[in-house]
T-cell receptor
Framework: AQKITQTQPGMFVQEKEAVTLDCTYD???????LFWYKQPSSGEMIFLIY????DQQNATEGRYSLNFQKARKSANLVISASQLGDSAMYFC???????????WGAGTKLIIKP | DTGVSQNPRHKITKRGQNVTFRCDPI?????LYWYRQTLGQGPEFLTY????????KSRLLSDRFSAERPKGSFSTLEIQRTEQGDSAMYLC??????????FGPGTRLTVT
């Protein structure tokens, strides 16, 4: 079974609009962490935001926020006021318990239209 | 503030040859990770070091793959007898805590 599911292979969004990228996860470990990374066409993976399973509040980092719904096992990334430079692949990833590896989704390709 | 660096950035090799990649982590980071990413997919974990100790290794890391991190600083990933299926982007990441991992630019391997 997929541990991380990103159901949107691609999205087109108008510049300055908000965008939500979906991520659902599957784990039986009560301790886990959820990550979002951005990968521009240059290839470098850029860390955006982190949410721990015990964190009471949704994580925010500038224009990025994570809509964490624990009961639904979803961790959607919200980008407010999208910019042309936001065009990239976006990956959701999870770390379970004391495991060090990240388990990754297949990604969503986001294209911002001017 | 120097980030994670990887060399070479691109490598083209013929099937059957050996290749070695290098990763230099952020200097204060004691954790180092290797991932492999094929086109259109998310990265797949290969191996993890804490200081010089290799603590975790994926079953994806066949006998042809070996990784080292002597002295707990830079790391090397060697692939022996390369196959066309080894063509991928090899990503290195480092961290000081088991939270966010900071990635290098990757080494793109093409096996012809």
């Amino acid at each position: 079974a997929q541990k991380i599911t990103q159901t949107q292979p691609g999205m087109f969004v108008q510049e300055k609009e908000a965008v939500t990228l979906d991520c659902t996860y599957d784990t039986s470990d009560p301790s886990y962490g959820l990550f979002w990374y951005k990968q521009p066409s240059s290839g470098e993976m850029i860390f955006l935001i982190y949410q721990g399973s015990y964190d009471q509040q949704n994580a925010t980092e500038g224009r990025y926020s994570l809509n964490f719904q624990k009961a639904r096992k979803s961790a959607n990334l919200v980008i407010s006021a999208s910019q042309l430079g936001d065009s990239a692949m976006y990956f959701c990833a999870m770390r379970e318990g004391s495991n060090y590896q990240l388990i990754w989704g297949a990604g969503t390709k986001l294209i911002i239209k001017p | 503030d120097t980030g994670v660096s990887q060399n070479p950035r691109h490598k083209i090799t013929k099937r059957g040859q050996n290749v070695t990649f290098r990763c230099d982590p952020i200097s204060e980071h004691n954790r180092l990770y290797w991932y492999r990413q094929t086109l259109g997919q998310g990265p797949e974990f290969l191996t993890y070091f804490q200081n010089e100790a290799q603590l975790e290794k994926s079953r994806l890391l066949s006998d042809r793959f070996s990784a080292e991190r002597p002295k707990g600083s830079f790391s090397t990933l060697e692939i022996q007898r390369t196959e066309q299926g080894d063509s991928a982007m090899y990503l290195c990441a480092s961290s000081s805590v088991p939270y966010e991992q900071y990635f290098g630019p990757g080494t793109r391997l093409t096996v012809t």
